[in-house]
C-alpha cells in the first residue's frame, strides 16, 4: 500500500476482515515502493491511497492483480492539490475518485466516484477532511473485492475531465504579493490554507 505507514495500517484492517490471509506492506515513500516492487511476488496488488508519490510504469507492470489510486478529488479535479484549485474556483460540489493507475498520472479508467455539496464558506482543512472521510468510506466498500477477487475492478462509465494540475500549478496560484487584487487575494488565502506564500 503506497500511503503512511498509520493509514496503511487501518486500511490493511478493511481488508484483512475480507481475507485474514493477505500479506500487507506499507510503502510510505518512493524508496520503499522500490523495493517493494523490486521482487514482485505473484498474486501482488498496488493500492495508492492519497499519496503524491507518482508511480513508474515498470512497477505498474510488476504487479499482477492490477493497481489502483484513491484519488482525494473528483474526476473533474485530476493531479495535485484537487481541493486547492475546487475552492480558488467556488466549485459548489467537489468528491474523490478510484481508477486504475496507468503511466500517465490520473489518467485510468474509473471504477468509483462519489460527489458531495462543498460546504458554505468552506476552508481547506474543512474540504481536505471531508474528501479523506469519503475516500475510508469507498476504501470500506470496494475492500472485499480488492482482498478476495485478484480480476480486475469494474470500469465505471465515467471520464476524467478538468486540467490536470502539477504542484508548481498550486504554488502559483498561492503566491501572493502587493500586486495581487485584495478580492483574489482573499479566495487564494482560503483556498491556499498553509500553502499560502506570502512575497514582501
Same mark, same amino acid.
Request: aromatic content about 8%.
Given at each position: 500500500? @503506497? ?12 481488508? /484483512?476482515?475480507?481475507? &485474514? ?29 492519497? *499519496? *503524491?508519490?507518482?508511480? &513508474?510504469? /515498470? ?57 458531495? +455539496? ?7 482543512? /474543512?474540504?481536505? /477532511? @471531508? ?5 475510508? *468510506? ?7 473485492? @480488492? ?13 476524467? *475531465? ?18 495581487? +487584487? ?19
Amino acid at each position: 500500500m @503506497l500511503t503512511g505507514d498509520a493509514e496503511a495500517k487501518a486500511l490493511g484492517r478493511f481488508l /484483512t476482515s475480507e481475507n &485474514p490471509d493477505l500479506e500487507i506492506s506499507a510503502a510510505p515513500s518512493r524508496d520503499k515502493l522500490d523495493a517493494a516492487c523490486s521482487t514482485p511476488q505473484p498474486g501482488t496488488r498496488l493500492i495508492s491511497f492519497c *499519496s *503524491s508519490v507518482i508511480v &513508474p510504469e /515498470t512497477h505498474l507492470e510488476a504487479v499482477d492483480c492490477g493497481s489502483y489510486n484513491f484519488h482525494p478529488g473528483p474526476p473533474s479535479y485530476p493531479g495535485r492539490y484537487p481541493s486547492v484549485f475546487a475552492l480558488y474556483e467556488d466549485a459548489k460540489n467537489f468528491g474523490v475518485t478510484v481508477h486504475h493507475m496507468a503511466a500517465r498520472v490520473d489518467e485510468g479508467p474509473i471504477v468509483a466516484a462519489e460527489w458531495f +455539496p462543498v460546504p458554505e464558506n468552506c476552508d481547506l482543512e /474543512t474540504l481536505d /477532511t @471531508l474528501s479523506f472521510k469519503a475516500l475510508v *468510506s469507498l476504501f470500506g466498500r470496494l475492500a472485499k473485492p @480488492l482482498a478476495t477477487d485478484s480480476s480486475p475492478l469494474k470500469v465505471k462509465g465515467i471520464g476524467w *475531465s478538468g486540467t490536470k494540475r502539477a504542484k508548481v500549478d498550486c504554488d502559483v496560484l498561492c503566491t501572493i504579493d502587493a500586486t495581487t +487584487p485584495r478580492e483574489d487575494a482573499e479566495k487564494r488565502i482560503r483556498a491556499c490554507g498553509p500553502h499560502l506564500n506570502w512575497v514582501t
